[in-house]
């Protein structure tokens, strides 16, 4: 995969890793702990990245977008401290219980979720909640970091107050206690078993041409086999997903949203199940 190189635009202008922004929400100033953020970085872990993570400021239009704020917040370890509430509660639940700890920032250890994988995973009931992302009206935004082996779900709550999104709390679940258990326990058989009969073939495909111009859009079909073939990476034992709002139903369409960091480029993994049985039936590739 391409070396990666992630940029934020100053004022409003989406950086390359998210979508645009809107000036819905005023722009509030930035006092001295949040000034203190990442921004111009490539993929390598380097002292010198390191650094320069560190002391760029974070734009003060980061506030109005959230994929913006969290891509700072995913870069500085100043500003992950800074824009967590202390202390943070931890709400795990086990056969139904609810058990409550709390972390002190002395506690927390810098979490970089996706950034190092170069791409990451939100998922959706239909086309339309597409747009979630873009929305500058948000209060709520919750980031899932969803362990397949496990058949678990790390839940990380932000909200957005007095023009701030910071995060509030943490919440640990099983999948079946996911709005999506159906399709996060089929995701978890799909990816272990490389999709392997879980896959309609020969298998609808619209986007580049994979063998011809980046370009040149086309839709056609391949063969069920070559279907991993146009993601950044074959999923492992984490995938993420962003919830913007969008309401999650055991409806019978969804929607595996596959985004580049830096490169622009987008995989949409199209599932659809029929009399129980979940199977991907369509790739759109841009």
Not at 89 to 100: C, M, N, R
């Amino acid at each position: 995969m391409r070396k990666l190189v992630y940029i934020v635009f100053m004022l409003c202008v989406s950086m390359m890793t998210f979508t645009g922004c809107k000036n819905e929400k005023p722009v509030q100033n930035v006092d001295s702990i949040d000034t203190d953020s990442s921004l111009v970085v490539d993929t390598t872990d380097s002292d010198t990245m390191a650094e320069i993570i560190t002391e760029t400021p974070m734009p003060k239009a980061a506030d109005q977008l959230f994929d913006d704020f969290f891509f700072n917040f995913i870069a500085s370890p100043k500003v992950q401290k800074a824009r967590i509430k202390w202390p943070l509660p931890v709400y795990t639940y086990v056969d139904k219980q609810e058990h409550i700890t709390s972390l002190k920032k002395n506690q927390w250890k810098m979490d970089r979720f996706f950034r190092k994988q170069g791409y990451y995973t939100l998922i959706f009931d239909n086309e339309k909640q597409m747009d979630a992302p873009k929305s500058t009206k948000l209060d709520t935004v919750v980031v899932e970091k969803i362990r397949l082996r496990e058949g678990a779900v790390e839940q990380y709550w932000f909200d957005h107050q007095d023009g701030k999104w910071k995060m509030n709390k943490i919440r640990n679940i099983s999948f079946e206690d996911s709005k999506n258990a159906s399709f996060l326990n089929f995701l978890q058989k799909f990816f272990s078993a490389d999709g392997a009969g879980m896959i309609k073939d020969p298998l609808p495909y619209h986007g580049a041409d994979p063998n011809g111009e980046e370009t040149n859009i086309i839709s056609t079909t391949i063969p069920a086999s070559d279907w991993s073939t146009y993601l950044p990476a074959v999923p492992g034992d984490v995938i993420y997903n962003i919830i913007y709002g969008q309401k999650y139903g055991e409806g019978n369409f969804k929607i595996l949203d596959f985004k580049g960091l830096s490169n622009g480029l987008e995989t949409q993994l199209i599932f659809k199940r029929h009399k129980g049985n979940w199977k991907l039936v369509k790739i759109n590739a841009y």
